[in-house]
């Protein structure tokens, strides 16, 4: 079952710009992780950030995670047109069980 | 990162066949492997867990005997998806996890099954 919402489900930008998404989930987690898909093919993990942690970066991205209010957000910065692909939050509780949220679908223009 | 494939990558089936998947962990040892099921524009659904060894794990609203999982070795996890119909047709994405605790999953590229 989903957990967790996303937002916004899709978002249109510049080459260049900057783009945010977020997601809220309902129950506490161990880590929340971000994932990147590419039309019609698998997952590819981007970060994982533990619920003891507040801010992780990893090149162009940065997850933050806020425990109190059951959400993140992940920061992709200067994107490219190659950055077009659905993000998906997923959250890992009990039995490193991921719960996944809608995604957000992400289309950056040259 | 560990690298996990599927077999086929497509396929296209007669309503009423059998259809299997075959996810393997080519270079770690999956103690725990995950399906999951993606309808277009959709997010991933879990349908079960699987533990080497063990019966599945099926979740609330997926029928295990229309979806039969086996998982006979650390490498290699599959799933059957019996008398197929076109509902059922879907993207399935397993994936595998090293054991317990907060850890990444490693993701199989997906197969897209077509029931006609």
């Known amino acids: 079952s989903q957990q967790g919402e996303e937002d916004p489900q899709a978002l249109s930008i510049q080459e260049g710009e900057n783009a945010t998404m977020n997601c809220s989930y309902k129950?506490?987690?161990?880590?929340l992780q971000w994932y990147r898909q590419n039309s019609g093919r698998g997952l590819v993990h981007l970060i994982l950030i533990r619920s003891n942690e507040r801010e992780k970066h990893s090149g162009r991205l940065r997850v933050t995670l806020d425990t109190s209010k059951k959400s993140s957000s992940l920061l992709i910065t200067a994107s490219r047109a190659a950055d077009t692909a659905s993000y998906f939050c997923?959250?890992?509780?009990?039995?490193?069980?991921?719960?996944f949220g809608g995604g957000t679908r992400l289309m950056v223009k040259p | 990162g560990a690298v996990v494939s599927q077999h086929p990558s497509w396929v296209i089936c007669k309503s009423g066949t059998s259809v299997k998947i075959e996810c393997r962990s080519l270079d770690f040892q999956a103690t725990t492997m995950f399906w999951y099921r993606q309808f277009p524009k959709q997010s991933l659904m879990l349908m079960a867990t699987?533990?080497?060894?063990?019966?599945?794990?099926?979740e609330q609203g997926v029928e295990k005997d229309k979806f039969l999982i086996n998982h006979a070795s650390l490498t290699l996890s599959t799933l059957t998806v019996t008398s197929a119909h076109p509902e059922d047709s879907s993207f399935y994405i397993c994936?595998?996890?090293?054991?317990?605790?907060?850890?990444?999953?490693?993701f199989g590229p997906g197969t897209r099954l077509t029931v006609t």
């Open positions: 699987s533990n080497e060894g063990s019966k599945a794990t099926y």
């Open positions: 997923a959250t890992n509780g009990a039995g490193n069980m991921l719960t």
């Open positions: 994936s595998g996890g090293q054991g317990q605790g907060e850890e990444e999953q490693y």
């Open positions: 129950t506490s987690i161990n880590n």
